[in-house]
């Protein structure tokens, strides 16, 4: 009985170590809301593609650095390689990464109208929130004081997966 109250006392906390942020939703939904304010759909909320950019999160944040490859390892090459590796099979398969800074204790809204704005300034990334093919998807972002151009700043890394 002692291992099985012990067990359930700490099932939370290994859950909430791996599991979307408050961010990671209000981004999705400001997303949604931006494709249809042009007449797209919502795309709708994937965990694997979650587990995906979370992975990639992760990988970015020990890197110290923004890109949508992860060397040295196959299976977890490109964002399709990534999705594939949680078990999504897609036909389309987009990614947009960001890194922003996160100065003065921005609050989650802040910092979702900054990376939205981001991806929306930059032609390839807005291509990706406005593709009408797209069906599922999932952001995943995280907090880290290590970003390859800056020393003590805090920033947040941000993956967008979405897929057909």
Sequence with gaps: MKKIVFLAFLFPSFTGLYSQTSLDFLLFEKINAYRNSYGLESWLWD??????????????????????????????????DRLMRQGVIW????????????????TDEEQSEKILLQWINSPAHHKTL???????????????AKFEWSVGAWWTYSTLNVYS
């Design 91 to 106: 036909g389309l398969t987009r990614e947009n990464c960001a890194v922003t800074d996160r100065y003065n204790n921005e």
């Design 47 to 80: 965990q694997k593609v979650w587990e995906a950019s979370y992975g990639h999160n992760r990988y970015l944040m020990d890197i110290g650095q923004c890109t949508h490859y992860q060397e040295g390892n196959d299976s977890t090459y490109t964002g399709g």
């Design 130 to 144: 406005l593709c009408s093919t797209s069906r599922y998807g999932a952001v995943s972002t995280t907090h880290t």
